[in-house]
């Protein structure tokens, strides 16, 4: 049940960001929900799970808005199972934990995609100026505020329990 609604919670963030999110966009950095719920899920359960979801995203993702199959993929799983690695380590009671994660993962997650879209294209467009940091800064500020209520939905909400160890 919960891997179903997990599904569905990733479907619902990529029609938020192909649609409404769009509005939102700040000098072109706009909100990467699948993202948020990757780090999320790798602080909580660790990097087996952080890679599993982002493999689950990172392909649905491809599938509705990439233009190379695999690619977000590759790159959200190596970002969950970087994040991941910490979670013994994190103190998740801490807003500055999800801040500096979030932060470390979107600058991650846009580099490894700009430089493997450059491997796999002649031409690539690079972003221009104060991008990455704005993304990072954007989705760490969604985080703080969306935190609380992953935080209370894994240790005692619907998520609580949920591990693939």
């Known amino acids: 049940m919960r891997v179903i609604l997990l599904i ?13 999110l769009n ?16 780090v999320f899920m790798a602080i909580f359960y660790g990097s087996k799970t952080g890679t599993y979801i982002g493999v689950i995203y990172g392909l649905m993702e ?43 993962a979107t ?3 846009e580099t ?9 294209s002649a031409r690539v467009e690079f ?3 104060y991008y990455l940091l704005g993304q990072a800064l ?5 985080g703080l505020i969306l935190y609380g209520k ?3 939905s894994a240790t005692r909400g619907w998520l609580k329990g949920l591990n693939t160890k």
Do not use: M, Q
């Open 8 to 20: 569905v919670l990733g479907v619902v963030s990529i029609v938020l960001e192909t649609s409404l």
């Open 23 to 38: 509005y939102l966009a700040v000098f072109g950095a706009k909100p990467d929900i699948l993202l948020l719920i990757i």
């Open 62 to 104: 491809d599938l509705v808005i990439g233009r190379y199959i695999g690619l977000n993929a590759l790159v959200r799983a190596f970002t969950g199972y970087l994040i991941g690695l910490g979670e013994k380590k994190f103190y998740k009671d801490n807003l500055l934990v999800p801040f500096v994660a979030l932060f470390l």
């Open 107 to 109: 600058v991650v997650n």
């Open 112 to 120: 490894l995609c700009l430089l493997l879209r450059s491997l796999v």
């Open 127 to 129: 972003p221009g100026g």
């Open 138 to 142: 954007y989705n760490s500020f969604l």
């Open 150 to 152: 992953f935080y209370a």
